[in-house]
């Protein structure tokens, strides 16, 4: 190469004319036909010829000449027909040169302008030939249709792009803008960006849709949504993060309905089964629920009791591995918000073939206590049953009765005994309020329940006593199971019930994790050697396990092996932990939400702990941990009882600020 040679390279995907000013070992100092110098290596030239132009010319006429020479050139491209080249050559399989293709394309006497043309028609599509230096090798017909399907996705997504871009400028402009039927796909994009940012398949596109639209803060994308009405405000957008669905699919919904609506309830249809409808069964719930899984009676023999757990018997209904136990388990568990419930099982089945409803005849799973009239068991066995609930109570109702009723009297006494009895036997009991936070017509409301109040300790202790009995019922049978076992905790705080509310807190923050396991070891946050939970199989499919297991020592189906229990346990992990998490941030969220409505208010709080920057207080009217900034001039210690003023919520970023009163 020497001064004055006309060559060519490519530069941002664009072939540019120019000529060498300056030739420097391997580099060159070249005149572009936009009258830029650069410097380029020998190796990036795409195309370089013996033609010269006189660099005497002056620089203004020697980029006239250069962008004569690439027009021309550019011309040419006009004649060369690329895909009638490869239907000609593609049976060739090898390489062609550059002069050889030149010749194809011109052949009545080429020049390097025509040399040029084939580089510059090849490098524009690429679609039929490897391009590689001055070398063309044809493609398959297969690759030459992969390629051809990658080119109409790259031109849909620039269209998407382009149309999408415009499109949202126009909707940040309009007070009430409507999603056209050709913009669902982008708006589908965005989504996708909005809930999994980086990780979305779709985060290349969206981003670039975004910043053409001018848009630099995604959460524009979520007021945007609004605004189409796409979402609400309050969207819950976990459940799309995690996605949870939110509907059962059509072919679920018709095998319930057809099994509720197929079962005979009459007791000809129940065969080896106790009859105990002649007891007065009472259901305890909390005032909105509708699927009844647990009732509990209660008889005074004189000398003794007899107590009796009543379980809906789920499994008589929903066998293994059918369609509707296929999506039990992928759900893992019924998932309760403020704003809504997502069942595990259809409502045909929770709320009504399952369920124990007053009056109703239902197959059961019954637990038979026989308690001293100091309540001490004396024994016990398990059956399947056939119940019928007398009493639908709600935990109010009890509470209101707890000072009259003689059966809850009873079950009462009992459960506090129990209570006791974990207690010595090392029992951890934690008692925190809790916070009920319900919609009614849109408006958040808050209340402070009382974990210890009749109703509630009453129905905690005699389901956890039924389940350890369940537990101890598979131990001696040897049945494997869902054991539940927990090591003890980091530390204790306080003895039995002593604790404060600080100490409670504290407590339940150092409580170990519960292990599953179908080998039963020690629970010691319960006090019991061995757990499992089985009362709540409408709700829970861990239970429905257990529950399975039992009715296989009972002989009314084949139960799981030892293996089958660690795959279902390693199956549910994912879901359950999806459940978990859905239920704190959305009850987060709406007393987030119920707190915006408490600005500039004044709390008690207590001190936690402190940090390097702030220390973390617990506002004990709302349960809901805060920081406070060391700032405020105030030297504290965990356990101190302060006010603070809320001072900033916003439940959509999950922020909550508060300073010393």
């Not at 060519?8 to 664009?14: L, M, P, S, T, W």
């Not at 396990?545 to 992990?573: M, V």
């Amino acid at each position: 190469m020497e001064t004055g040679n006309i060559v060519e390279y490519i530069d941002h995907h664009k072939i540019m004319c120019g000529v060498i000013l300056e030739v420097k070992k391997q580099r060159l100092r070249i005149l572009t036909e936009n009258n830029r110098e650069i410097k380029l290596s020998l190796n990036r030239l795409s195309h370089k010829c013996n033609t010269h132009l006189n660099l005497s010319m002056g620089k203004y006429k020697l980029v006239e000449a250069l962008k004569e020479i690439a027009g021309k050139r550019n011309a040419l491209i006009n004649h060369i027909d690329i895909k009638e080249l490869w239907e000609i050559l593609s049976s060739e399989k090898k390489w062609i040169d550059l002069a050889t293709m030149t010749g194809f394309c011109f052949p009545d006497g080429p020049t390097y302008d025509h040399e040029s043309a084939v580089v510059r028609a090849f490098f524009k599509n690429r679609s039929y030939f490897k391009f590689s230096s001055d070398r063309f090798f044809p493609y398959s017909e297969e690759q030459v249709e992969q390629i051809s399907n990658q080119q109409k996705e790259a031109d849909r997504k620039n269209r998407i792009i382009d149309e999408g871009s415009a499109w949202l400028k126009k909707v940040l402009d309009i007070e009430k803008p409507y999603l056209p039927d050709d913009k669902i796909e982008c708006i589908d994009i965005l989504k996708s960006c909005y809930l999994f940012q980086k990780e979305s398949p779709h985060y290349s596109i969206g981003k670039v849709i975004l910043k053409k639209a001018g848009i630099d803060n995604i959460e524009i994308v979520f007021q945007l949504l609004v605004k189409l009405g796409i979402w609400d405000k309050n969207e819950n957008i976990e459940l799309y993060r995690l996605e949870i669905p939110t509907v059962f699919p059509d072919e679920v919904m018709k095998n319930a309905t057809e099994l509720a609506s197929g079962h005979k309830k009459d007791l000809s249809n129940y065969k080896n089964r106790q009859d105990l409808t002649d007891l007065s069964a009472i259901t305890i719930d909390g005032q909105s629920t509708l699927d009844f899984d647990d009732a509990i009676s209660i008889e005074d023999k004189g000398d003794h009791y007899r107590l009796g757990v009543h379980i809906a018997d789920v499994g008589y209904f929903i066998k293994k591995e059918d369609i509707i136990d296929q999506e039990s388990v992928s759900r893992g568990s019924s998932i309760y918000m403020p704003d809504q419930k997502i069942p595990m099982l259809p409502s045909s089945i929770a709320e009504n073939l399952c369920s124990l409803r007053k009056g109703e005849l239902r197959p059961s799973i019954s637990i038979i206590i026989k308690l001293s009239r100091s309540a001490e068991i004396i024994n016990y066995e398990i059956v399947p049953s056939l119940v019928k609930v007398d009493r639908q109570l709600t935990y109010y109702d009890v509470n209101t009765l707890a000072n009259e009723d003689h059966e809850i009297l009873i079950l009462h006494d009992i459960a506090k005994k129990f209570r006791e009895k974990r207690l010595k036997q090392g029992a951890i009991q934690i008692s925190l309020p809790d916070i009920n936070v319900w919609l009614d017509n849109g408006k958040v409301n808050v209340t402070k329940i009382n974990r210890e109040s009749p109703g509630r300790m009453l129905v905690a202790e005699i389901m956890i006593m039924a389940n350890w009995l369940m537990a101890k019922f598979l131990l001696e049978h040897d049945m494997p199971a869902i054991f539940r076992s927990q090591a003890e905790p980091r530390e204790r705080l306080y003895r039995k019930e002593e604790g404060t509310l600080f100490q409670n807190w504290m407590q339940r923050k150092s409580l170990s994790r519960f292990i599953l396991s179908h080998e039963a070891e020690n629970h010691s946050g319960l006090g019991l050697e061995a757990y499992v939970t089985a009362t709540s199989p409408i709700r829970k499919y861990f239970d429905v396990i257990t529950q399975r297991q039992l009715r296989g020592i009972l002989g009314l189906e084949e139960p799981y092996t030892k293996e089958e229990i660690e795959n279902i346990i390693q199956r549910l992990e994912l879901p359950m932990s999806y459940v978990s998490k859905i239920q704190y941030y959305r009850h987060r969220y709406w007393l987030l939400k119920y707190l915006e409505g408490k600005i500039r208010e004044e709390q008690e709080a207590i001190v936690l702990s402190r940090r390097k920057e702030n220390y973390q207080v617990l506002l004990t009217e709302y349960m809901i941990e805060c920081d406070l900034p060391v700032s405020s001039g105030i030297n504290l210690k965990p356990q101190d009882l302060i006010h603070v003023t809320i001072q900033h919520v916003n439940a959509r970023k999950d922020v909550i600020s508060v300073f010393v009163s």
